[in-house]
Structures are given as C-alpha cells and as structure tokens.
C-alpha cells in the first residue's frame, strides 16, 4: 500500500500562537513534527500543508516539502483533504503539527489496522492516562472504547466518569494521529460541522456524528503534545531525559 503522511500547520493557533515556530532546544515545533515523520522510514511522501508563508518557508529550509492552502479551514483533516484530492495513494495519516516526537512504532501499529481488517475506513492513536492532573485537563482530549478497541466517544471532559469507586477504570488519551483512507477523508470535508464537534472543538466526533467507526491502535508512546508555552518545557525535559537531539 502507498502510504502518504501530511501534516497541517497553521500559525494561529489559539492557546499558543505562533506555536509552529516555537523553539524546542534550537529547531521549531513544526521542523521536529516533519523530521520525526520523515526519519520512520514509513512513508512515501512526507508533506506539510499549512496557511503561512513562515512555516512553509521553515519546513523548505531544511529539504523538506510544504504547499500553501488555498482556503480557511476549521480543522486539520479539511486542510489535508485539500491536498490529498489530487494525491494516489491508499493510506493517508494526518500527524498533527504539533507532535514533534512522533515515532515509528505507534505509526507502525497504525498503519497495521488496514492491513488486519479492509473494512477499516478511520484510525488513530491512544495511550493510557495515568496522572490525574491529566485526566481533568480539557487539553487531554479522552476517548472511551469498546471491547473491539473502537472508539465510543472523544471528550475534554473525564470520561468516564468514576461513580463506582471499587473498580479500576482506565483512562486513555487521544494522540492527534490519524490514518484514512482516500473516500473516508474526502466524505468527511463534504458533511457540515456537527453538534458534538462544534461543542467540543474536537474533529474526529463528525465521522462518529455520520456513523464512521474509528478504529484505535493502543501504544505505549508518551511524548508531549505542544498545546500551551507550559508544553515546550515539557518536551526540551522530555529530551534531556531520554538524550535526544
């Protein structure tokens, strides 16, 4: 299967602007994401697409492909889907901007959901929330799952919510991975924006919204997702510790 990754970039993002340019011990957010998606050895073609002249220029600087959207955009999945509509290819993932320590393993089981089942149309990423300041942060999205690892619900609220206190439950993340295939990924820039998208600001509810399942891959990764300034500490601690460059 020809797998293609694109990785959409906008500038003005809302808690942190300007966040892709951002620094994290001397390269930008968006120049990790592209280098860290490219150095899996996963995919065909690696592409940024993205709204700024800035982050385009960032990402060309160092041998990398970036193209300009056309149009304004609610979310990353319609920004993609601009570009993949004149792209082959059967699988197209979605890493998002700001996961500057994506790794091949978690990208791997990923892409090994389309191989296990044909029917899967939708994919992504999650990993166990331990941490309790994580779980009540509204910048964790949560997903609950079903017994077959497919997601019931993306919420920045905690769910479930622990009425029984005698039982472990356990808490996942959501990484702001995905995976589509081609007629997926077109459908959903044709439906309107639903309720529960629009309520929660959080994309992947519109093909649970229009009936999609969203198969999930569980990993082990726990890299840092760069929502806040807070975050960029997190991830240049993240590097001492693990002695990455």
């Not at 930008?28 to 996963?42: A, K």
């Not at 492909?65 to 082959?88: P, W």
């Not at 959501?174 to 309720?195: D, Q, S």
Request: glycine share 6%; net charge negative; hydrophobic share 40%.
């Amino acid at each position: 299967m020809k797998c293609i990754a694109l990785i959409p970039a906008r500038l003005g993002a809302t808690r942190f602007p300007g966040k892709m340019l951002a620094l994290i011990k001397g390269k930008s957010v968006i120049r990790r994401t592209y280098e860290s998606t490219l150095n899996t050895g996963l995919f065909d073609q690696v592409i940024v697409v993205s709204d700024s002249e800035e982050i385009i220029a960032e990402i060309e600087s160092c041998g990398g492909t970036a193209v300009k959207s056309k149009a304004e955009f609610e979310s990353g999945t319609d920004r993609i889907a601009e570009v993949v509509k004149d792209l082959e290819g059967d699988i197209f993932v979605n890493v998002q901007g700001d996961e500057p320590f994506v790794q091949k393993q978690p990208l791997a089981s990923l892409l090994q959901l389309f191989h296990e089942d044909k029917h899967v149309q939708v994919a992504s990423l999650v990993q166990v929330l331990k941490e309790e300041v994580f779980i009540n942060d509204p910048n964790f999205v949560k997903v609950a799952l079903d017994r077959n690892n497919s997601a019931l619900f993306f919420s920045r609220s905690v769910i479930p919510y622990a009425r029984n206190k005698e039982i472990t439950i356990p808490y996942y993340e959501h990484i702001g991975v995905y995976a589509f295939k081609k007629e997926a990924l077109i459908n959903f820039t044709n439906w309107p924006m639903t309720p529960l998208e629009s309520a929660e600001k959080i994309e992947c509810l519109r093909f649970l919204e229009y009936g999609i399942p969203i198969k999930m891959a569980i990993t082990t990764y726990m890299g840092v997702e760069i929502d806040t300034p807070e975050d960029i500490t997190r991830a240049e601690q993240l590097m001492e510790v693990n002695g990455w460059v």
